[in-house]
């Protein structure tokens, strides 16, 4: 992915580190945090896996960290999805900083970066219906509501889950819209 670090008022996104694995099982740990992801919970040993898939150019998270704190608090997805100039977005923050707009301000100066500086045409996100927070933080960004996949999405044991697909074009962004 070979993003830079980009600043926002309250926060850093930036490559993630391998001492970051610690951070990443302080949220990660948590059910409330992992209710809606589809890895679920991770121990010491899946905090470090996954730290270390997204460590160099290959990487497709950020990490988000407070700036006055420099505490690890999340990350974001950002990954290319079908059809060229696509990527998809996706936030997870620790439980401590939901509610507090750190989403929305991570996410947009991702989508600031994506189509001004990568060129992209779409980017895309998706949640479950029940997962008011993310939907909401999707609304906030100008992105909408394309389709609504009713047990669209295999969660295993027999789960399945709807999912809410939203998405942003670059001329959308861009108007404002």
Known sequence: MSIPTIRTERLLLRPFREE???????????????????????????????????????????????RKSGELIGHLVFHPWFGPRTQEIGWVLGRPY????????????????????????????????????????????GMRREAHFRQGHYRGNGVWWDEYFYAILAGEWKSGS
């Open 98 to 141: 939901q509610g507090k707009g750190y989403a929305t301000e991570a996410a947009r100066a991702l989508l600031v970066y994506g189509f001004e500086t990568l060129d992209l045409h779409r980017v895309i996100a998706t949640c479950q219906p029940e997962n008011v927070a993310s939907w909401r933080v999707m609304e906030k960004l």
């Open 20 to 66: 970051d694995w610690q951070g990443v099982l302080a949220y990660m740990s948590d059910p409330a945090v992992t209710i809606f992801l589809e890895e679920g919970l991770l121990d010491e040993a899946g905090s470090r896996s996954f730290v270390a898939r997204n460590l160099g150019d290959s990487a497709q998270a950020l990490a988000v960290t407070h």
